[in-house]
């Protein structure tokens, strides 16, 4: 890689003597006070040409090739400056630019999210201003900030994670797909075994927490929801790109109070130079934060603690052979100590304890070399990583009123308990008797690190402009954590060594190229389609997985006329698995075989058989992929700006578990076959055969012969799990609206209506096996049938949802004494849910029994007609003895109920009758409910801001209804609580 | 003619001679009398069955026993005769006293002399749930305990009894506060006027036969035959080789208790699980506890025959109970949590059972029988040995909790004494239970 950048280096600069074309010069001023502002980011947009401003605020940019373009001015704690630029003259040298610091004396201050009516996708953008407003503590709590977005009250005691587009409790494991990137950084979730485990069809894998991201250190979130550019992978739906504050600032201090979170943090952007030589050194941010957050503020002992450090440090080279393609280089590192810990709460047991890392190092590089050349603009060079330490101690106190037994086995086969021996094989320890303290851990420490070398080429014809990137990606997912341990095996409890760091590393190179074409059609008016490719290759050297290949294309455009504009989208992403998902942590099932009796020091010895449940890899699993489809319209109409954004979101091929059923024999011997033998119970030693399982009683002092206790014979079914995709589609249709009305000037007013209108349905129609193998079948040996069922063995195998939800927010700005404040009521219009048991084809899966008691007679009617108990029959049954052939159900049932009455009891274990409740399919809607949070941020010249919020300030806590079950519940479950905080910020 | 005289006079002499020697003779040789038990008409063939007779002055008293016919046969003079017979059994859990008397009897001379004695059966309950510890107790620093839960049946009698077809189970739901279907929206209980109750997760019996001795007991433990108070203070020690085991069933996979080796595999019991689950259930906090007549074969027919279950609140394995047949339950006990009154159910029939005895979870309190005081102290052997002034109640009168025996006896005391205790039994758990502050086998 070195190598790479210094022959392109020595490239760029045989041909920087190239053609020349316009220069773009000037100044960056600050507006009010006059002086320069240091570290300014000029674009031009058209061309995407930057330069960054010097001490003196001037900055310089060749080889323009265009007449005009719109030039942005960005820089930390400035309002953005967006300003059309006419290249007339072969050198531009005059402008000034004058910049306006960012508060609440300007009329444009907002606290709500913005849409970025440049881009083709959706995307809205929540600045500094709105992020302090609503006082975020975690950078999740944004999703309140989106169309129809619902407040919940800040929480750092549980992990956070973002979902967009999507409900709770869905499938497809939405928050996992939603990319979110800290400074580019993607927090990637998929190395780590203990935050992301699929567990079967009703969870989800989890998406990285945002709990460990400094929200004092946030200067923006853009959140894209639309179909993102090719250059994201690894994704389901939707980017959260979260940017933290880089450049120069004055010192900030924060100080944040609600009942269960305290913060403090401090900033300050330094501007490096020698000032000796007066050459500029570039500029370091520096950033801490500390913010605790208890369970309950009550007991306020149990908390979550964030020590977070961050440095960013940028410099541009553009002196010398540099002067025409400057270099502009950024480098950040962030530390985060913290985590959970309750040893303080008085509440445990005496020395007890839990004790959750949350630290994580994120590092990234960043290059970005203005080439200017007609045949290549910019390149630039990222690399970034992130580690995590998630490793969680527990710290228990167990009691055995007898000798107990703990299995460490890991191969199958028979084994009875003895006692420990340091550095021996201990697959059964003897656990000892009365109580004692035990810790232990799992360590679970995720890598992550990613490499993207991107190159733009933008060319500008006419009413034209071009934009090719192309970009390479590598990155590299892996775990070093060493997975579940004691630090006391003599005690430990049964567990199995598990190592996350022998898991191989999961390697993806991304490869990508998009065309964004711009053609102006007018003056005000233009159409700009984005078409791009993106190439995934997964690599998984050293497991049965291999090598995956996934491609992704995804378009957009954009017709703006005016004020008006339209866009469709189109685009497809694949969601690279987890590691839970391609290495479920190995489960066992170990069946007590042998139980002796108690002696006199009640000390026990068991025998078990363990079944190593193994998870075997599926070589046909493939990447979840996501088919999302947009159409978005803006429009300003009298002053009244609408945005609207329908959409489709479909997945397929979800990751999910599936399950199979194997037989096997073993060797049970009862108790009564040891009790009262001629052999004192405390002279007696217990024996195994590895190979049979027979169980042999010695006599410690040799008086008495060996005797082998008689053993029964079983034979059982197990159940094993595998990694799969769902052969079903998810599917989510949606529309969202922002409506903003102009300002009521007189009372400095003004209001936006958001909503979101959301479908969701999926059913899931895989074959599944099914077997109640812990029960016993009629004649007393263990159970031995297995139930095939379309769509899995519960009564339902799906769920529609659909929800209307409006936001009506008042924000009353006034600049003139610096203060502004918001009230946003939320209400739920719509919120329905309903279960569903259906094929594919919408054919009936249930039926609805004649007679509640009698699982042989259906009537006609759907169960989705009104109420009724219903009954799921599986399609197919096996037995123990064959569990691979499928036998129609319907029939040996029906005829075991005429002949063969054990077998139609046993049968009759498989039926899956819904008896209990008569309203499980009915369509269930919650009646409207509404929450109203107040929020106000008031500036005190400009050295100090204070903020305040309260959530649900009503306190609302009336019932609403079900029509489902005709129940009123307490309002709360749905809205927030009664919650309120402060901030108060210094700036200096 | 004196000569005549002489004759006549030794004539009527000889004939009167003759009537007073055969009457003198006849009074003193007995006759064979025959005796018949009977009951409702029919010949009681019971055989062993001492019968008295005592004269009409009472002065001489005979006793035989009966032959296999229910018969027994007497010698007697001729005369008037009091008869009377109490036969003492008992079965399937039921103290049975039959008593007769024929005070008709008059043995003659030649006459068929073949009387019947009609005998009057009186049932008494023998075989009572005499204590019942679930609710665990405090662990030696902290944390509760409640592996040592264990049921002691009691012989209310002076007969010995044959537990050997004696069943223990529980009624749905495990606890009395529990949401279930078995109540309409008044609160009525649904099969309070069926002839069954809807027994929970498992039924027990004994694998080898058991007799408890009169005024006898077994201790039965439900999960660890051990000695609990090794590491539990508080707790009880249930390895006693007289002890009884709920040993582990192969559905029950969940459950690790073990039995002392002290404790012989012919007092183990063994389940039929009738739900789904992988533990046997008795709840540590409200359970109702009954025991019933019941053969083995019949325990496996009812819990197999699927289509007998009560389906009222689910047809599921987890929720369909086996219909416990009402005339089969000999006792039960329907224990509330303290905590949890208001919102607690009866879960026996009015014909079982009524009210409820409540209890405080985790303490090492016991649900313990109250003494019949009437009963008891009338028992002629317990002269001197009865123990008053019962202070192992719970009973708090100014904090209106606990409860407490009202019979004022220490049964435990006063069994240690040597004295028979005989059990209230009124089919009302409120009034025939208390709490008690340590478990009654405690040392």
């Not at chain 1, 159409?631 to 599936?658: D, Q, R, V």
Request: proline residues 4%.
């Amino acid at each position: 890689m070195r190598k790479t950048v210094i022959i392109l280096l020595l490239l760029a600069t045989a041909l920087q003597a190239a053609g020349q074309s316009r220069v773009f010069k000037g100044t960056v001023v600050d507006k009010r006070t006059g002086e320069p502002v240091e570290f300014a980011t000029v674009l031009v947009k058209a061309t995407e040409q930057w330069s960054v401003t010097d001490e003196k605020g001037r900055f310089s940019i060749g080889n323009i090739s265009v007449a005009t373009s719109r030039v942005e001015i960005a820089s930390l704690g400035y309002v953005t400056l967006v300003q059309e630029v006419k290249f007339t003259n072969r050198e531009v040298t005059d402008v000034t630019f004058k910049i306006n610091e960012d508060n609440l004396t300007l009329e444009s201050a907002v606290v709500t999210a913005q849409e970025n009516s440049n881009s083709a996708a959706t995307s809205r953008t929540i600045d500094k201003t709105a992020l302090e407003h609503v006082q975020v503590m975690n950078v999740s709590d944004i999703a309140s900030l989106l169309p129809g977005g619902a407040t919940v009250n800040p929480s750092l005691t549980s992990d956070q994670q973002i979902s967009l587009r999507s409900g709770k409790g869905e499938s497809g494991s939405s928050s996992f797909g939603t990319a979110i990137e800290v400074d580019g950084v993607r927090l990637s979730n998929n190395a780590s075994f203990t935050s992301s485990d699929l567990n079967g069809r009703s969870g989800s894998v989890k998406g990285a927490s945002t709990n460990n991201i400094a929200s004092s250190n946030v200067e923006s979130v853009e959140v894209i929801t639309g179909v993102p550019s090719v250059e994201y992978g690894d994704m389901g739906s939707g980017v959260v790109k979260i940017n933290t504050r880089k450049g120069k600032t004055p010192w900030s201090v924060t100080m944040s109070t609600s009942p269960k979170t305290k913060q403090v943090s401090l900033s300050k952007g330094f501007a490096l130079r020698n000032t000796r030589k007066g050459v500029n050194l570039g500029v370091l941010n520096a950033s801490a934060e500390y913010t605790k957050s208890v369970t309950d503020p009550l007991s306020p002992y149990t908390a979550y603690d964030r020590k977070q450090l961050s440095l960013t440090y940028s410099k541009q080279f553009a002196e010398g052979v540099l002067s025409d393609t400057p270099l502009r280089i950024s480098a950040g590192v962030a530390g985060n100590l913290g985590g959970l810990d309750d040893r303080a709460d008085p509440d445990k047991m005496l020395d007890t304890w839990l004790i959750k890392k949350d630290n994580s190092l994120r590092a990234n590089f960043t290059s970005n070399w203005l080439l200017s050349k007609p045949w290549i603009t910019n390149i630039e060079l990222n690399a970034s990583m992130v580690y995590g330490d998630k490793q969680e101690r527990e710290n228990a106190r167990y009691h055995n009123s007898t000798t107990s037994t703990a299995l460490h086995a890991t191969q199958a086969g028979y084994y009875i308990s003895s006692d420990y021996v340091e550095g021996g094989a201990n697959n059964a320890v003897l656990l000892p008797m009365g109580y004692y303290y035990n810790v232990m851990a799992v360590d679970d420490k995720p890598f992550n690190s990613k490499v993207t070398l991107k190159a733009n080429w933008v060319k500008n014809v006419g009413k034209i402009d071009n934009k090719v990137k192309a970009g390479l990606d590598w990155t590299v997912d892996k775990n070093y954590g060493v997975g579940q341990y004691s630090e006391d095996l003599a005690t430990a409890p049964s567990y199995r060594e598990w190592r996350f760091c022998d898991v191989p590393a999961m390697h993806n190179l991304g490869a990508y190229l998009e065309d964004n074409f711009m053609f102006y059609t007018g003056k005000d008016s233009h159409v700009n389609v984005i078409a791009g490719l993106r190439w995934d290759n997964t690599v998984i050297n050293g497991s049965a997985y291999g090598t995956t290949s996934s491609l992704s294309p995804r378009f957009n455009a954009k017709w703006t006329m005016g004020k008006f504009s339209v866009r469709a989208g189109w685009g497809q992403a694949v969601k690279l698995p987890s590691f839970s998902v391609l290495y479920p942590t190995p489960s066992y099932y170990d069946i007590d075989i042998f139980t002796s009796t108690a002696d006199a020091n009640n000390k026990v010895y068991r025998a078990y058989y363990v079944m190593p449940r193994k998870i075997e890899y599926n070589p046909d699993l493939v990447w979840q992929r996501n088919t999302q489809a947009e159409l978005g319209m803006e429009a300003t109409l009298a002053g009244i700006h609408i945005s609207l954004a329908a959409y489709s979101n479909t997945t397929t091929g979800a990751y999910n578990k599936g399950t199979v059923y194997d037989a096997f024999a073993y060797l049970k011997t009862p108790v009564s076959s040891v009790q009262g033998l001629s052999i004192p119970a405390t002279d007696r030693i217990y024996t195994l055969n590895p190979e049979t399982g027979v169980i042999t009683v010695s006599d410690v002092t040799g008086a008495n012969a060996p005797i082998e206790a008689a053993g029964v014979p079983k034979k059982q079914l197990i159940q094993r799990y595998y990694e799969k995709n769902e052969t079903s589609p998810i599917r989510r249709i949606g529309l969202e609206w922002v409506v903003d009305f102009p300002r009521i000037v007189p009372i400095n007013t003004s209001v936006r209506v958001d909503g979101s209108f959301y479908t969701y349905r999926s059913v899931y129609t895989d074959m599944d096996a099914y077997c109640p193998y812990t029960t016993l079948s009629k004649d007393g040996s263990p159970y031995k049938y297995i139930g095939w069922y379309y769509g899995g063995n519960g009564n339902s195998n799906g769920t529609e949802t659909r929800s209307v939800k409006t936001n009506v927010t008042f924000t009353t700005h006034i600049p003139q004494v610096r203060m502004i404040v918001s009230l946003k009521v939320e209400g739920s219009l719509l919120r329905y849910s309903r279960a569903l048991s259906e094929r594919a084809d919408g054919s009936a899966r249930s039926h609805v029994l004649s007679d509640r008691t009698d699982r042989l007679s259906f009537t006609d009617a759907s169960v989705y007609d009104g109420p009724g108990y219903s009954v799921l029959w599986p399609d197919y049954y096996s037995t123990v003895d064959d569990p691979g052939t499928l036998k129609p159900f319907g029939p040996a049932y029906l005829d075991a109920n005429e002949s063969n009455k054990d077998l139609y009891d046993d049968l009759t274990s498989l039926v899956q009758a819904n008896t209990t409740y008569n309203y499980t399919f009915l369509p269930d809607y919650i009646s409207p409910y509404f929450s109203a949070n107040i929020s106000a941020t008031k500036e005190i010249g400009d050295l100090a801001s204070i903020s305040f919020y309260a959530n649900n300030f009503f306190n609302n806590r009336g019932q609403v209804r079900s029509s489902k079950t005709g129940n009123m519940s307490s309002v709360t479950s749905y809205i927030p609580s009664f919650y309120y905080g402060l901030t108060l910020r210094l700036k200096f | 003619m004196k000569k005549y005289l002489f004759l006549a006079i030794a004539g009527l002499l000889s004939f009167t001679a003759c009537d007073f020697i055969e009457d003198i003779f006849n009074k003193v040789v007995p006759q064979e009398v025959t005796i018949q038990l009977k009951s409702n008409g029919e010949a009681f063939e019971v055989a062993g069955i001492a019968i008295d007779i005592v004269d009409a002055a009472g002065t001489a008293s005979f006793q035989e026993v009966t032959d296999e016919k229910g018969v027994a046969v007497f010698i007697l003079p001729v005369g008037n005769y009091t008869a009377s017979v109490t036969y003492k059994t008992s079965e399937d859990g039921l103290r049975l006293v039959y008593n007769g008397s024929n005070s008709a009897i008059s043995v003659a001379m030649d006459a068929e002399n073949a009387f019947d004695i009609n005998l009057q059966k009186v049932e008494s309950q023998q075989l009572i749930i005499k204590e019942v510890y679930t609710t665990g107790c405090p662990k030696n620093e902290t944390g509760t305990y409640s592996n040592d839960a264990y049921i002691v049946l009691y012989n209310n009698s002076d007969i010995e009894a044959d537990a050997s077809n004696l069943v223990i189970s529980l009624v749905y739901p495990a606890n009395a506060h529990a949401t279930n279907k078995y109540y309409d929206a008044a609160g009525k209980l649904l099969y309070g006027e069926a002839d069954w109750i809807p027994s929970y997760s498992a039924i027990w019996t004994f694998d080898s036969p058991v007799t408890i001795p009169a005024y006898s007991q077994i201790v039965i433990a439900c999960f660890g035959a051990i000695d609990h108070t090794e590491t539990v203070t508080a707790s009880v020690n249930l390895s006693k080789a007289e002890y009884y085991w709920m040993q582990k069933n192969d559905q029950f996979t969940n459950a690790k208790y073990v039995a002392s080796d002290n404790i012989p595999a012919t007092h183990y019991l063994s389940c039929t699980p009738q739900n789904s689950g992988n533990s046997w259930v008795v709840s540590n906090s409200a359970p109702a506890v009954f025991i019933g007549k019941m053969a083995k074969a019949e325990v496996a027919a009812l819990v197999a025959n699927k289509d007998g279950y009560d389906t009222t609140c689910g047809t599921t394995a987890a929720l369909a109970m086996v219909k416990f047949p009402n005339a089969n339950v000999v006792d039960g006990v329907d224990i509330w949590s303290a905590a949890n009154i208001e919102k607690s159910h009866v879960r026996f029939p009015a014909s079982l059972n009524t009210g409820y005895v409540a209890i405080t979870n985790n303490q090492g309190h016991s649900i313990y029988r109250n003494v019949d005081k009437e009963a008891t102290e009338a028992l002629p052997e317990n002269e001197g040995k009865l123990v008053y002034d019962y202070a192992g109640g719970t009973l708090d009168a100014a904090a209106a909790t606990g409860s407490t025996d009202p019979s004022g006896i220490d049964a435990e005391a006063s069994i240690k004494a040597g004295a028979h205790i005989i059990y209230s039994e009124t089919n009302d758990s409120g009034k025939d239970f208390h709490e008690r502050k340590v478990q009654s086998i405690k040392e």
